[in-house]
């Protein structure tokens, strides 16, 4: 048999109405239409039958509970002490410290990497091995030097040429 | 001067005598809400050693994080958090469970089904049985929200206002919650009604 079908604005209603979570107004609202209304009604009483059904009464028994609080007792005691190594360890990943370590760490890094720079060289390389290493970058640059000189020259020559034209249109006019 | 025995202290003096260390202050908290949260797993697991093991769990960590709480939130609201949460991991690690009816509850079945007219004892067993099981996967399917606050509500009467903030949501949420996993079991179990 297919069950009555309850008024849809009045679902929600009936159903905080059955386990008290309503207003009084809101509980007098819901008791004058339920008087009205045999399908909210039936719906009403099916939550009466159906809900209680689906608790479960679990009740273990005392000897239970007494295992359950000596059990507690030991594992309490346990995380105590086991938490006695680790309790400090949190404290240290404040977030304050993690970004202090790290700017000191890199502030050191740049420290030894600045002043280490000549200590090594001179410690590895004679001087004039030492002068020949700062003249290398010069001399792999010289080409592209070569190359402007070039270019000017040409300029140079183009701009001789112009004047050329010019000087010698200037005398036919004439 | 007052001097108040342990026992007689509220949660909120117990929680901070914790904090500073007394594990004894948290012990009498522990007896104060073993029973309340070994009910609220059992209810999600079904299973008494699952419910004990997951309810002492959740007193191992909430002694662990004691230290974080704030006092200015209620103690169990917040300890019934993580012991929802724990159940909800524990439900999504094990999936369906098996539900068989336990003695008391296959009882408490056969009274609710004595509307049915089932008069012979083995009969009426049997029909108990039948309706703790679909009554058990009726709850299974609900969605893990629905099922919680359903849970709260229906089993353990946590207020609206408790529930939404142990499940760290709006009241009205927990009303829609709590409406939708209501209808669904009143569809699902239409033929435990008639």
Known sequence: MKRQTVCEDWEKDLILYYYGDCSVEEQERVETHLKGCPSCSSFLTDLRTLLPLTVESEEPPQAFWESYSREMRKKLGEVKQSGAWWKGFPGFLHPWPVPAMATALILLLAVTLTFSKGWWRSQNLPPEEEVLLEILPMAENLEFFRAMDFLDSMDFLEALEGQRIRSETNKQVL | ?194
């Open chain 2, 1 to 194: 001067m007052q001097t108040n025995r342990p026992a007689e202290l509220g949660d909120d003096e117990l929680v901070a005598l914790a904090q500073r260390g007394e594990r004894e202050a948290f012990e009498l908290l522990v007896e104060r809400y073993k029973q309340k949260a070994y009910r609220i797993a059992f209810n999600f697991t079904h299973d008494r050693e699952e419910a004990k093991d997951l309810s002492q769990e959740a007193f191992l960590r909430a002694f662990i994080h004691l230290k974080g709480f704030n006092l200015r939130a209620s103690f169990y609201t917040w300890f019934y958090r993580i012991l929802v949460n724990l159940c909800l991991d524990y439900r999504r690690r094990r999936g369906r469970i098996a539900w068989q009816p336990l003695d008391d509850k296959a009882e408490k079945a056969a009274n609710g089904s004595e509307m049915t007219g089932a008069t012979s004892s083995p009969d009426r067993d049997a029909m108990a049985e039948e309706i703790w099981r679909k009554v058990g996967l009726a709850l299974d399917a609900l969605p893990s929200k629905q099922r919680t606050a359903f849970i709260l509500r229906n089993h353990q009467g946590l207020s609206i206002t408790e529930i939404a903030n142990v499940m760290r949501t709006a009241e009205g949420t927990v009303k829609a919650h709590l409406h939708r996993a209501v209808v669904a079991l009143r569809q699902r179990l239409e033929e435990v009604l008639e």
